[in-house]
């Protein structure tokens, strides 16, 4: 069973940082695309970052670039999302996907998610 589980999440004030986290199983981390993700109150989901974890090549959207920078630590089967600068318009569920390859913000390539992380900017 392919499990994905977020942390990281919280109520953070505008300018702030946060580190999100994304755990998933030694079969869905090996050579996969792993994705975030974010879904805000009364907008669609819309993928924000992404990186292939056999390469560590990275994608990111043209709204975080700059804010949001996405790793991974391999021998943990974690991939991380640093989210700096937070604004208050950041505030949204931040969901962790896994596909086969990286490239498209299309989530049904995404065939495993997880729950999501709450994240709240206050101003």
């Known amino acids: 069973q392919v499990q994905l589980m977020e942390s990281g999440g919280g109520s953070v004030q505008a300018g702030g940082s946060l580190r999100l986290s994304c755990t998933a199983s030694r079969y869905t981390f090996s050579s996969r695309c792993m994705g975030w993700f974010r879904h805000a109150p009364g907008k669609e989901r819309e993928g924000v970052a992404q990186i292939y974890t056999g390469t560590s090549s990275t994608l990111y959207a043209a709204s975080v670039e700059g804010r949001f920078t996405i790793s991974q630590d391999y021998a943990k089967n974690t991939v991380y999302l640093q989210i700096n600068s937070l604004k208050p318009e950041d505030t949204a569920m931040y969901y962790c996907?896994?596909?086969?390859?990286?490239?498209?913000?299309?989530?049904?390539?995404?065939?495993?998610w997880g729950q999501g992380t709450q994240v709240t900017v206050s101003s």
């Open positions: 996907a896994a596909a086969s390859s990286c490239g498209t913000w299309t989530e049904a390539d995404f065939r495993s």
